[in-house]
């Protein structure tokens, strides 16, 4: 074929041979002539031939896709192979998915709308994977509105909704604060992850509300008032200090709380950005002077950062 290519005009008996090559299963060999068929208007003419939607299409359909065709189809035909890879992503399995989203990312922005177009309709499996393509593009495309999907009933969607808004200054922060109330434990911790050093007023007062939040895990608790710690007012100086210590009893001192992930996390918040301040203190004291070596050390590397 790669011959032919070179000394025939463009005619029947070479469109022949590469139809009788791309009727195979395996189209390889196929591609492995034309990419070694001299440069000129025939190659790439019957590169046009042959990386058609249909044959993409048939590619895609089968039991075992040949990846490496397929990324070849596609780099050839850019983004009239759109279509073809939205069909199969939105019946893809989690062992073809992560192929299609990475073809259809690399497209670039321009496969923005088409993607949008798709995810109202579709179902919640393939909305999230929709929602990923999108959180991979560069910009979104006009008109779509990702801030629809944060109260969807899939955990899994809004988690991919709110992950694409972090990505973007001007919905930053009320996807973090969606986040920080969600129901589900793996977006709270996706949003805890922005705020470990620089929690902001909002931020704070929801992490607040969830301290005492049965729905999540104490370990998750306890890292949300880690991460409130670093936001700077007296409401969180007297938070913290009400975590750490017991509640006040009438004509006994104060102690300290009883021992537990929250409380452990309080006293590593109060080391970590108030060890300054007098009204810290007093834990520090009580902690500094247990038999309990995981509280002592807590305060003893309070010179450290959380």
Request: proline share 6%; net charge neutral; hydrophobic share 50%.
């Amino acid at each position: 074929l790669a011959m032919g290519i070179e000394i025939q005009v463009l005619g029947e008996p070479v469109w022949r041979s590469a139809d009788a090559l791309a009727s195979r299963d395996d189209l390889a060999p196929l591609l492995d002539l034309l990419d070694a068929a001299p440069e000129g208007w025939m190659r790439e003419a019957l590169w046009r031939h042959v990386a058609t939607v249909d044959r993409l299409q048939q590619q895609l359909a089968r039991a075992q896709v040949n990846v490496a065709v397929v990324q070849r189809m596609v780099t050839r035909m850019q983004l009239s192979a759109a279509d073809p890879l939205l069909d199969r992503l939105e019946t893809s399995d989690d062992r073809v998915a992560p192929m299609l989203i990475d073809m259809l990312a690399a497209l670039g922005d321009d496969i923005g709308p088409l993607v949008a177009a798709r995810i109202s309709g579709a179902r919640w499996a393939a909305q999230r994977l929709l929602l990923i393509v999108l959180g991979k593009l560069t910009t979104l495309p006009a008109g779509f509105i990702p801030r629809e999907f944060i109260r969807h009933p899939d955990g899994l969607v809004r988690r991919e909704s709110l992950r694409m808004l972090m990505k973007h200054p001007e919905t930053r922060e009320q996807a973090i604060a969606a986040s920080l109330s969600d129901p589900d434990e793996r977006i709270v911790r996706l949003a805890l992850g922005a705020y470990m050093t620089n929690c902001p007023r909002g931020a704070a007062t929801i992490l607040m509300s969830r301290a005492d939040d049965p729905t999540l895990s104490a370990d998750l608790r306890a890292l949300g008032i880690r991460a409130l710690s670093s936001f700077k007012s007296p409401e969180t100086l007297a938070f913290l200090v009400g975590c750490a210590l017991g509640k006040k009893r009438l004509f006994r001192p104060r102690a300290l709380a009883a021992k537990s992930p929250e409380m452990l996390a309080a006293l590593t918040g109060l080391a970590a950005h108030w060890r300054d301040e007098p009204a810290a203190k007093q834990a520090f004291d009580l902690a500094a002077g247990s038999s309990d070596a995981e509280i002592s050390d807590t305060v003893s590397r309070r010179g450290g950062t959380a």
